[in-house]
Nanobody, 125 residues
Framework: VQLQASGGGLVQAGGSLRLSCAASGRTFSSYAMGWFRQAPGKEREFVAAISWTGDSTYYADSVKGRFTISRDNAKNTVYLQMNSLKPEDTAVYYC???????????????????WGQGTLVTVSS
């Protein structure tokens, strides 16, 4: 599967953005999906994950209550709605896909097989 992330940009603190990740192929509904981010000078970190059905989601504590992950399998797209953005949310955001089974969602980088190219989110104070 090939992933294309979009929707990043510059926003003021307190604002909102919605990221999209479009997937190629006809088996998108078989993949569990995740969003990760990497701030300048820092390691890539987990943000949110969603099961292949969309019934189960999981969030990093730092974004819980502010970000929402969702998916539309008919459109082969996963979304990340980001509200109440903070300067510390500034990062390149990556979407990822995995065919792993055994859990509803995955939070570790090594658990994902496919990655998008990333989209930059900049939150100004």
């Amino acid at each position: 599967v090939q992933l294309q992330a979009s929707g990043g940009g510059l926003v003021q603190a307190g604002g909102s953005l919605r990221l999209s990740c479009a997937a190629s192929g006809r088996t998108f509904s078989s993949y569990a999906m995740g969003w990760f981010r990497q701030a300048p000078g820092k390691e890539r970190e987990f943000v949110a994950a969603i099961s292949w059905t969309g019934d189960s989601t999981y969030y990093a504590d730092s974004v819980k209550g502010r970000f929402t992950i969702s998916r539309d399998n008919a459109k082969n797209t996963v979304y990340l709605q980001m509200n109440s953005l903070k300067p510390e949310d500034t990062a390149v955001y990556y979407c990822a896909a995995t065919l792993r089974r055994g859990s509803y969602y995955y939070t570790q980088i090594y658990e994902y097989n496919y990655w998008g190219q990333g989209t930059l989110v900049t939150v100004s104070s």
